[in-house]
């Protein structure tokens, strides 16, 4: 048996806070039903949300931002509108008080988890453009992503993939290569171990994540580290024979016989 907790008060409340009023309230009550609840549940409504949020952060940040060129605004908007940032504006907006879970869902945290909230606040954006249109849509993504458009900086939101394949190809080199390792857990907490390999540096990486591609960039990171450790040392060495000229015309440095410094 399923469990509702969207009564009208609770449905005026969240109106209140999101600082709209539904015409059509059963469009409301719909975003915020999930699949375990009904069959007549939310995933329409936050496809239509998906689009709606991508183009006007999109908008916001062609406006606000003049000067940066579109892979940059891309990078700003992926942060913006990627799962963990919408799951955070739904908590703040305590969207998981008033979602229409079923009793599985709720029995493994499904209330709480990142994913189901992200998906109800695009499904309610798309519930209010639905029922009033692009403008009411347009004011609502403004009141409640504004303020996290402000001072984006697009190197600093590249992840660790996207880091080390520029990494890589600024220098000429393979790109890397993950594979999967493992696959453990229940299907509500599956945990996946993934290898990263950057062959040309000899480096490889292994981490874990509760999703593929949260694996693939914790393991993408510990290469990262390592390749910009190598790249630092490798800096480091080249220099040194011009230190060590500089000291060497002051004082004379003897060598062995196969060239080297005698310490």
Same mark, same amino acid.
């Given at each position: 048996?399923?469990?509702?907790?969207?009564? /009208?008060?609770?449905?005026?409340?969240?109106?209140?806070k999101?600082?709209?009023?539904? !015409? %059509?309230?059963?469009?409301l009550?719909?975003?915020l039903?999930?699949?375990?609840?009904?069959?007549?549940n939310n !995933? +329409?409504?936050?496809? #239509?949300?998906?689009?709606?949020?991508?183009?006007?952060?999109?908008?916001?940040?062609?406006?606000r931002?003049?000067d940066?060129?579109?892979?940059?605004l891309?990078? #700003?908007?992926a942060q913006?509108?990627?799962?963990?940032?919408l799951a955070? @504006? *739904? /908590?703040?907006i305590?969207?998981?008080e008033h979602?229409?879970? =079923?009793?599985g869902? &709720?029995?493994?945290g499904g209330?709480?988890?990142?994913s189901i909230l *992200?998906?109800?606040?695009e $499904?309610v954006?798309?519930?209010?453009?639905?029922? =009033?249109?692009?403008e009411?849509?347009q004011?609502l993504?403004?009141?409640?992503?504004s303020d996290l458009?402000?001072d984006?900086?697009? !190197?600093?939101l590249?992840?660790?993939?996207?880091?080390?394949?520029?990494?890589l190809q600024?220098?000429?080199?393979d790109?890397? @290569?993950?594979?999967?390792?493992?696959?453990?857990?229940?299907?509500?907490q +599956?945990?996946?171990?993934v290898?990263?390999e950057?062959?040309? &540096? =000899? &480096?490889v990486?292994?981490?874990?994540?509760?999703s593929?591609?949260a694996?693939?960039k914790a393991? $993408?990171h !510990?290469?990262l580290?390592?390749?910009?450790?190598?790249? %630092?040392a490798? %800096? %480091?060495a080249?220099?040194a024979?011009?230190?060590?000229?500089h000291?060497?015309?002051?004082?004379?440095?003897q060598?062995n016989e $196969?060239g080297?410094?005698?310490?």
């Open positions: 048996m399923a469990q509702s907790t969207a009564s /009208s008060t609770d449905l005026d409340r969240l109106q209140r999101i600082g709209y009023r539904f !015409e %059509q309230l059963a469009l009550k719909q975003a039903t999930h699949k375990s609840y009904s069959k007549t !995933e +329409r409504l936050e496809f #239509m949300g998906d689009a709606v949020l991508g183009y006007l952060v999109g908008n916001m940040l062609y406006q931002y003049p940066v060129q579109e892979d940059a891309s990078l #700003m908007r913006l509108v990627r799962g963990k940032t955070q @504006v *739904a /908590s703040r305590d969207l998981s979602l229409l879970l =079923g009793v869902e &709720l029995r493994s209330r709480q988890r990142a *992200a998906d109800a606040l $499904a954006i798309g519930a209010v453009h639905e029922d =009033g249109g692009i009411q849509a004011q993504v403004h009141q409640l992503f458009t402000h984006l900086d697009a !190197e600093s590249k992840d660790a993939k996207t880091r080390l394949q520029e990494l600024g220098n000429g080199l790109l890397p @290569v993950y594979s999967v390792e493992e696959v453990s857990g229940a299907d509500h +599956r945990q996946y171990t290898k990263c950057a062959v040309s &540096l =000899g &480096l990486a292994v981490a874990n994540g509760s593929r591609r694996a693939e393991s $993408a !510990e290469v580290i390592l390749a910009l450790a190598q790249k %630092q490798q %800096q %480091q080249s220099e024979p011009k230190n060590k000229k000291v060497r015309s002051e004082h004379p440095v060598t $196969a080297e410094n005698d310490v």
